[in-house]
């Protein structure tokens, strides 16, 4: 899962994304975080959008038991 959340003021966008992989098949079958990170920063740069890696926060697993 991906989350972007844009903030806009005085004419600036500020943005953080969260990443997370819900299950171990997720993160077996190419879903990692290291792949989402990419297309995250991938896509805030097509937009223009500001974004670090420091503004990027992940959960590794998440699996609900």
Request: no cysteine.
């Amino acid at each position: 899962s991906i989350m972007l959340i844009i903030k806009d003021s005085e004419n600036t966008h500020k943005a953080v994304a969260y990443i997370r992989v819900s299950s171990q098949r997720q993160a077996d079958e190419g879903v990692s975080l290291a792949a989402q990170k990419r297309r995250i920063l991938d896509y805030a740069k097509f937009k223009d959008i500001p974004l670090s890696e420091d503004e990027i926060f992940q959960n590794p697993l998440s699996i609900n038991h």
